[in-house]
């Protein structure tokens, strides 16, 4: 367990499945600006106010970000 402020921080999530959704939205309540790269995105995240970099994770991605949660399979 964790206790951040993330509040207009911007927080990255890499994976666009269900868990990446879980972990989104939880930051979304919080309060943070979450961009979530993914090449693809699950359905659940429809409506969820985030930037989607629709393509896999590159090492620049993480520039500027407060917090960073890998939520992919994919080494």
């Not at 666009?16 to 930051?27: D, I, Q, S, Y």
């Amino acid at each position: 367990m964790a206790c951040l402020d993330v509040s207009e921080r911007r927080c990255v999530v890499v994976g666009g499945g269900t868990v990446g959704h879980e972990k989104a939205a939880g930051l979304v309540a919080c309060g943070a600006r979450v961009t979530v790269v993914s090449p693809d995105l699950d359905d659940a995240f429809e409506g969820l106010d985030v930037e989607w970099v629709p393509r896999g994770y590159a090492s620049g991605d993480l520039e500027g970000a407060f917090l960073v949660i890998a939520a992919t399979s994919d080494r």
